[in-house]
């Protein structure tokens, strides 16, 4: 059973699903764009069921934690004082902290910057030592022979480029219909897209993801991703929140190169990490491209799996993503595997 709750500063409110023990190590997961603590529905109770004290917040803009009006209130350095705060509430001196998308960077920036509050820190998608220090730090990873650079300068980041260049734009496209578009990109991994441009990458040459439209098409929900039920508590909180939020993570990329410049011990993480790659996400891409290449060689105990799934992984393919897990805590971090008196 999830459970909810709020965990409230004079600086933030965080609201969080919670499920298994109180007393059970904890484990928390960062969802990205633009979804919700509820994209881990998968996840949580399988962990509470292994006895995992389980969390997943709403990110700030999100959900029913705390909305700010400013492009520089969601640089990562104050998400990351976001999840620290929480880490403090919940009264545990560290976690296993699990990311998606933009939550993958955050997790990422916990592990660099606050060791001693990470135990271990797994990822999927987003590799570390990658987007969380910024736009201009991926662009020379980009495959270009998918993306050659007189047509897609930024490859398949151009959508972050049209962003920065359109913002209100961009905002205004997603806002016209919050639930045809989270309907929309809520899809399950093509293998027929492998080595094509992601259509991310057209962002800036269709002024939008919609080929001009100016909002979202209504195309049929893909069921073996998100249900009906589900795809209207997401839309649901996008109407009421907007997308200036979310869509603002995306505009911090050179405060956010500067803060990952702070890390400690040169960024490199000696914890345990878990990388877990989409294969059939192209935006993401790490199987065929060289967007991995910089975690290898800043993680000193790093596991990594690849998982037939498109970006919307934990959803997709909840099966596969909960047994890697378990597997990766049962054999890499012994340590916060639940335990309890033989008594």
Not at 18 to 29: E, H, N, T
Not at 256 to 264: D, F, G, I, R
Not at 319 to 328: T, Y
Request: net charge negative; with cysteine; hydrophobic share 40%.
């Amino acid at each position: 059973m999830l459970t909810e709750h709020v965990a409230e500063t004079s600086r933030h409110k965080t609201f969080y699903l919670a499920a298994g023990p109180r007393d059970g190590p904890l484990i928390i997961f960062v969802h990205g764009w633009p979804e919700l603590s509820l994209s881990w529905r998968h996840q949580l109770p399988c962990m509470a069921s292994l006895g995992f004290r389980a969390i997943a917040p709403d990110m700030r803009g999100y959900g029913r934690s705390g909305v700010y009006r400013t492009h520089a209130d969601y640089a990562q350095e104050h998400i990351v004082a976001d999840m620290i705060e929480l880490l403090d509430a919940l009264g545990a001196a560290s976690a296993v902290w699990v990311g998606h998308d933009w939550g993958s960077p955050v997790v990422w920036n916990i592990a660099s910057h606050h060791p001693d509050r990470c135990r271990a820190v797994a990822s999927l998608c987003v590799p570390y030592y990658s987007l969380e220090r910024g736009l201009d730090f991926v662009i020379p990873l980009v495959d270009r022979r998918v993306y050659p650079e007189s047509e897609f300068p930024a490859g398949q980041w151009e959508y972050m480029r049209f962003y920065e260049e359109n913002f209100a734009t961009a905002t205004k496209q997603f806002e016209a219909n919050p639930y045809n578009m989270v309907k929309a990109i809520f899809r399950k991994g093509n293998p027929t897209g492998v080595m094509q441009p992601a259509v991310t990458a057209f962002a800036r040459q269709h002024a939008g993801w919609f080929r001009g439209l100016p909002a979202a098409p209504d195309l049929p929900r893909d069921p073996d991703v998100v249900s009906e039920e589900d795809l209207r508590v997401y839309a649901e909180a996008l109407e009421r929140n907007g997308f200036f939020g979310p869509d603002s993570y995306y505009m911090n990329h050179k405060a956010n190169a500067l803060y990952a410049e702070t890390a400690v011990n040169g960024g490199r993480l000696d914890m345990p990490v878990l990388f877990l790659a989409a294969r059939y996400d192209y935006v993401c891409e790490t199987v065929e491209s060289r967007l991995a290449e910089p975690m290898r060689a800043h993680c000193r105990n790093l596991t990594t799996e690849i998982v037939a799934s498109g970006h919307w992984m934990a959803q997709e393919r909840p099966l596969q993503v909960n047994a890697a897990l378990a597997r990766w805590l049962a054999t890499r971090v012994p340590q916060a595997w639940p335990t309890w008196p033989d008594k």
